[in-house]
């Protein structure tokens, strides 16, 4: 069974810094495409970034700049380093995995449970 499990979130300062990590355990043969999005109070969920496998990102507008998305291949794990956040970034943030549990399987996507991110003075 995989699992997919985000940390760092909290309260930080307008201006401020924060490192999400999202970890992905269980039975996996191979990771195509991870990635962030986000769900603000009363508002779709939205992609934030993405990375694939080869190392290619993409970013929504919003964030690019200031956000940064890494990974560890060894790890099966994803990063978002925010800096210079805003009020308007407080949201709950998803992690979200596009992979195969074995090489007949097709790719399927996997979600965290969330973690919450608030920027305010």
């Known amino acids: 069974q995989v699992q997919l499990v985000e940390s760092g979130g909290g309260l930080v300062q307008p201006g401020g810094s924060l490192r999400l990590s999202c970890a992905v355990s269980g039975t996996i043969y191979n990771i195509y495409v991870m990635g962030w999005y986000r769900q603000a109070p009363g508002k779709q969920r939205e992609l934030v970034g993405t990375i694939r496998s080869d190392g290619n990102t993409n970013y929504a507008d919003s964030v690019k700049g200031r956000f940064t998305i890494s990974r560890d291949n060894a790890k099966n794990t994803v990063y978002l380093q925010m800096n210079s956040l805003k009020p308007e970034d407080t949201a709950v943030y998803y992690c979200?995995?596009?992979?195969?549990?074995?090489?007949?399987?097709?790719?399927?996507?996997?979600w965290g449970q969330g973690t919450q991110v608030t920027v305010s003075s």
């Open positions: 979200n995995a596009a992979l195969k549990v074995s090489i007949w399987d097709p790719h399927t996507n996997y």
